[in-house]
């Protein structure tokens, strides 16, 4: 019997030589991990327009969105608003080539993330990164339908807006959980949630790095008198007196990479600033192009936006920063450029990757702050849930102290 164990046991060792020299071993792991379901790391973002026909119904979904404005008749109002603003929305994407390239740059630094976590996370492989968009194809649903096909069973809603507002992150998710249960999912997927990252020490020495590449646009002799313009997407004041954490997670990631910018020896002044304000209700100021100005004013040359709450380039760089805000700064006589954007950047890639790399070796199921609805939520009964998630969960206002 002993003679017969260490006979199986000399076999089993020449056998594992034998596949260690010949690489068998390595193709049965990888075949064993495509075997595997992948992990889904779903990318969420609002989206663009993919085409100039696909203006009019990405713009109706966006003002139909009760989470971004409420008004009376919404759905109504909101297809009107739409239909009127298309004419000119679309003059300006004909302008930039046409579309929006944000589909284009998700599935690359999708890639990027998929690479990185492949190799950094192989309990966890194979991953696959899918795109969900709010507003524009692929849709929430298109990426729900890709997964049930694949047999997923884990995936994390990795939000692409690394500062948390309820129009943006907390809208897309709603709209996750609505379609998983439309499409009777509710069940076959477990879920956790990256659902922002304004302050990870990797997106934040990506983006030291770009604002460092941006001013390389400029003289070296002129490069320190540059004003560094922070430029994020703005926000309603009535969304800000709500509650919303928005503004504050962008000035946390302008704190921290004005800390990075200085440890690189960058000492530049700066400011932060919103842009792209939609209708006549106050937004949260002041308007970028509001800086320009009255800097100039006050002897201010040279400006460089940065566009710190965009993870990729779209109409709001390639156009209204690229060609508005530049044509405005040249009417003053101003020397203005814009800090490229992270696109397929490797550096930036990595830094999705490390992300999610950690959120799932530490089990995450959510940041501390999700749980808690803003004091003056519009959407009570669907914020801040998770359907089915990957460890006990309770929103705080749901809970009896």
Same mark, same amino acid.
């Given at each position: 019997?002993?003679?017969?164990? #260490?006979?199986?046991? #000399? ?7 034998? @596949? ?17 379901? *992948? ?5 969420? =973002? ?17 003002? %139909? ?71 524009? %194809? ?91 313009? @922070? ?9 800000? =007196? ?39 209700? *106050? ?25 710190? #709450? ?32 992270? =696109? ?43 359907? =089915? ?13």
């Amino acid at each position: 019997m002993l003679r017969h164990v #260490a006979g199986l046991k #000399a076999s089993l060792q020449s056998s594992a030589i034998s @596949f260690r020299r010949s690489g068998t071993l390595e193709t049965v792991c990888l075949r064993f991990m495509s075997s595997k379901p *992948p992990t889904a790391i779903v990318m969420m =973002n609002m989206g663009g327009p993919s085409s100039l026909e696909e203006v009019e119904p990405f713009l109706t979904r966006l003002f %139909t969105d009760h989470q971004i404005m409420q008004m009376p008749f919404q759905q109504t109002l909101g297809s009107m608003i739409a239909k009127r603003r298309s004419p000119k929305i679309v003059a300006q994407y004909a302008e930039i080539g046409g579309r929006s390239p944000i589909a284009q740059w998700t599935e690359i630094q999708g890639k990027m993330m998929v690479d990185h976590l492949d190799k950094t996370s192989p309990h966890t492989a194979p991953h696959k990164a899918y795109t969900a968009f709010r507003y524009a %194809t692929p849709l929430t649903e298109v990426a729900l339908e890709e997964m049930k096909k694949d047999g997923v069973e884990r995936a994390v809603a990795f939000s692409q807006f690394p500062q948390w507002s309820c129009t943006t992150s907390g809208s897309s998710l709603n709209e996750l959980w609505r379609q998983v249960q439309a499409m009777g999912m509710s069940e076959q997927i477990k879920w956790s949630l990256i659902d922002r990252w304004h302050s990870h020490p990797a997106f934040i020495k990506a983006l030291a790095h770009r604002i460092q590449e941006g001013l390389q646009q400029f003289e070296e002799s002129v490069r320190h008198r540059v004003v560094l313009l @922070f430029s994020a997407h703005s926000l309603p004041m009535r969304r800000v =007196n709500a509650g919303d954490p928005y503004p504050q997670e962008v000035g946390a990631t302008v704190g921290r990479a004005i800390e990075d910018l200085k440890a690189m020896g960058i000492n530049n002044r700066y400011a932060l600033c919103w842009q792209s304000k939609v209708g006549p209700l *106050p937004w949260l100021g002041p308007r970028t192009q509001d800086v320009i100005k009255n800097l100039h004013k006050a002897g201010c040359t040279h400006f460089m936006a940065i566009p710190v #709450a965009f993870t990729s380039d779209h109409i709001e760089t390639l156009y209204e920063i690229d060609l508005e805000f530049a044509e405005e700064a040249a009417e003053l006589g101003a020397i203005f450029r814009r800090s490229p954007s992270f =696109n397929d950047m490797p550096m930036f890639g990595n830094a999705l990757g490390q992300i999610a790399e950690e959120h799932l070796k530490q089990g995450d199921l959510c940041s501390d702050q999700y749980a808690l609805n803003c004091m003056g939520c519009v959407n009570p009964a669907e914020c801040r849930s998770i359907l =089915n998630p990957i460890a006990p969960y309770a929103r705080l206002k749901d809970i009896k102290m």
